[in-house]
């Protein structure tokens, strides 16, 4: 069983829907949550990155994290064309910043 | 991420030739992370260095894959006799500290080997 399972899609949505996104993951010791988009060809981006349980808003993009449940989400609002792109979550322990777990990317188009 | 510095961005090797890979830090950032991105499947740590250290290579293969970080110059991603299977996107990504900040990536360099 890998730590972290992402569904892969791909997600395919009409312009202006709502968007959710999900990783659930099996270490407890979990502590640091992140979201990363990656266009073709191009490194990771950074999102959103948020620390223990809890939600976390900026802009179109909100983050929610449930550890009781082991359980993140990412919803983007008013979704675009240009949010077309593989979402990856990715989480670590305390004190492990750079090495992170990677779930597998969900490939999301958004229709115009 | 233009901060993260990657080259070459393309890199074709024969089997069996040796395949190195650059990555020069954001500015301000002395710790440098390499990240491996197979098909089909997600990225994967290799290896975390600093300067002149390797603090952490529990992800790196065994053989023919080693890792540094000079005091002066890039860090060096270096793959010896390389096969097929090493065909892959290897990120490099950098942070300003060891503990929990966040990482910011560069756009990779893509190994093929024919």
């Known amino acids: 069983q890998k730590e972290v399972e992402q569904d892969p899609g791909p997600l395919s949505v009409p312009e202006g829907a709502i968007v959710s996104l999900n990783c659930t993951y099996s270490?407890?010791?979990?502590?640091?949550f992140m979201w990363y988009r990656q266009y073709s060809r191009k490194g990771p981006e950074l999102l959103m990155y948020?620390?223990?349980?809890g939600n976390k808003e900026d802009g179109r993009f909100t983050a929610q994290v449930d550890k009781s449940s082991k359980y993140i989400s990412l919803f983007i609002r008013d979704s675009q064309p240009s949010d077309s792109a593989t979402y990856l979550c990715?989480?670590?322990?305390?004190?492990?910043?750079?090495?992170?777990?990677f779930g597998q990317g969900t490939e999301l188009s958004v229709k115009p | 991420n233009a901060g993260v510095m990657q080259n070459p961005r393309h890199l074709v090797r024969r089997r069996g030739q040796e395949a190195r890979l650059r990555c020069s830090p954001m500015?301000?950032?002395?710790?440098v992370y390499w990240y491996r991105q197979l098909p089909e499947e997600g990225l994967k740590f290799m290896v975390y260095?600093?300067?002149?250290?390797?603090?952490?290579e529990s992800g790196m293969p065994k053989e023919r894959f080693s890792a540094e970080f000079p005091k002066e110059g890039p860090s060096i991603l270096r793959i010896q006799q390389v096969v097929r299977g090493d065909s892959a996107a290897y990120f490099c990504?950098?942070?300003?500290?060891?503990?929990?900040?966040?990482?910011?990536f560069g756009n990779g360099t893509r190994l093929t080997v024919t």
């Open positions: 990504a950098s942070s300003p500290s060891g503990t929990n900040s966040p990482l910011h």
């Open positions: 270490n407890s010791a979990f502590q640091y």
């Open positions: 948020t620390y223990s349980s």
């Open positions: 990715a989480m670590t322990r305390y004190n492990q910043g750079g090495k992170l777990i």
């Open positions: 500015k301000g950032h002395s710790h």
């Open positions: 260095l600093q300067k002149e250290n390797i603090i952490d």
